[in-house]
């Protein structure tokens, strides 16, 4: 049995990025960039003012004195002929400072007289003008392979006319529950009968890190149906499956898995709740199966699946960094495994505190909706006391955020 670590690492060496394909630019949102981009011109184009003053040249001013005003230059205009001796230029952010100019003077430094303009500070050649080329050189890298897109390289891809933007495919994956017992989502459960929530749900975070979810449907307790669904769903870049893998009679998925040919990596981990996992490789697919506690599924998704997935699709960044939070509450635990603790983290002077979701039996849901957190506990450490200070991946991105 792979320890925790052991287990995700052996999931991430399996799996590598997948294609590249080229999108409009803001389908390219939250993808990965597949190629370095370079800049096609300087960026600013040409010298620009970057105020609404008065375009002068420096060694004409000093405070007090006036200049002649010669012209006038607006945003999206053209710059007029040179400035000549105690001469400016009326000008407006972003124009073009014309020849001969080195430096512009805020309107509000000035006191316009006619068509002559005082001064009314002192005047230091090079303020308040954006020269051609300061913020990026032509043939830049603007943005490096590997980048996740965010809004700023939405717009630095766009000041660079890049309508089309080369990223990583997203990665289709198909998800598949097992179990005589599951009924669909909109019939009603009688009879020992439960809803199908866990296709719900991986199909959910799958979306929310940018994964295309195929649901597959459900697996009856029989090979002839295991393996037709897992077939088809091999046919996407990685499969999820959701209960079945422990070692009871009904319990399918592994034995099917290995009939159509994928190979086992690794079955049961040291964690709590979660150790049944699994996962095989076929083809260069990856195929994780998740214990079936939709408990268990979430959290061994958040574990294991979402790296993998995230690397697939050219993300470098896959493990979510640890925070630290300092517990409220005592907390015991056996020792042997991992355990994963549900939290609350609440943000109080600067701390992060942690409470409890509630009961962390596996079958009680409403912690997944109170937690907005998963204490990752060492696995042979048995009391964890009030104050401690403990390691807390973030489920949520909303964590400290203030109410209005």
């Known amino acids: 049995m792979p320890t925790f670590e052991a287990a995700r690492s052996m999931i991430l060496a399996s799996v590598s990025p997948l294609g590249v394909e080229r999108v409009d630019l803001l389908s390219a949102l939250g993808r990965v960039v597949a190629e370095d981009v370079a800049a096609p011109w300087d960026m600013p184009f040409y010298d620009n003012s970057a105020m609404d003053g008065f375009a002068v040249r420096a ?29 400016a230029v009326r000008i407006m952010t972003g124009a073009p400072v014309p020849p001969g100019g080195d430096a512009v003077v805020p309107v509000e430094e000035t006191e316009q007289r006619g068509d002559a303009v005082l001064l009314n500070e ?20 603007v943005v490096r392979a590997g980048t996740v897109i965010h809004p700023p390289e939405i717009s630095m891809l766009a000041s660079f006319g890049k309508a089309i933007v080369p990223v990583y495919r ?35 975070a ?33 499969l999820i499956t959701s209960a079945g893998v422990s070692a009871g009679d009904r319990d399918l998925v592994r034995d099917c898995l290995a009939e159509i040919g994928v190979d086992q990596l690794f079955w049961k981990v040291d ?3 979660g150790g049944p996992t699994a996962f095989g490789m076929k083809e260069g697919k990856p195929v994780f ?11 061994t998704f958040e574990e294991f699946v979402r790296p993998g997935i995230l690397k697939m699709m050219g993300h ?27 939290v609350k983290i609440e943000v109080e002077n600067g701390v992060n505190w942690a409470t409890t979701a509630g009961d962390q039996n596996t079958g009680i849901l409403g912690t997944m909706l109170r937690a907005n957190g998963i204490a990752v506990l060492q696995k042979d450490k048995t009391v964890f006391s009030r104050g401690e200070e403990v390691a807390v991946h973030l489920l949520r991105s909303d964590v400290g955020m203030l109410e209005e």
């Open 206 to 238: 799958l979306r929310e890190i940018g994964a295309e979810p195929v649901i597959l449907g459900i697996a009856r307790d029989s090979r002839e149906s295991h393996r037709e669904k897992m077939a088809e769903g091999l046919k996407a870049d990685a």
């Open 122 to 141: 002192k005047v230091s050649p090079r303020q308040h003008i954006r020269y051609r080329g300061e913020d990026v050189r032509c043939g830049d890298t």
């Open 316 to 342: 470098r960044g896959v493990i979510k960094p640890y925070v630290k939070a300092t517990l409220r509450d005592e907390v015991r635990k056996k020792p042997g495994k991992v355990h994963f603790l549900r």
């Open 170 to 204: 997203r990665a289709r994956v198909a998800v598949l529950s097992t179990g005589d017992e599951l009924i669909e989502l909109g019939e009603q459960p009688a009879g020992g009968k439960i809803i199908n929530s866990n296709a719900l749900s991986l199909a959910a």
């Open 271 to 273: 964690i709590k709740p």
């Open 289 to 299: 199966s998740l214990p079936g506690n939709p408990v268990s599924t979430m959290i």
């Open 59 to 87: 060694a004409d001013c000093r405070a007090g004195g006036s200049l002649r005003v010669t012209g006038y230059i607006p945003a999206g205009g053209t710059a007029t002929p040179a400035i000549g001796p105690g001469c």
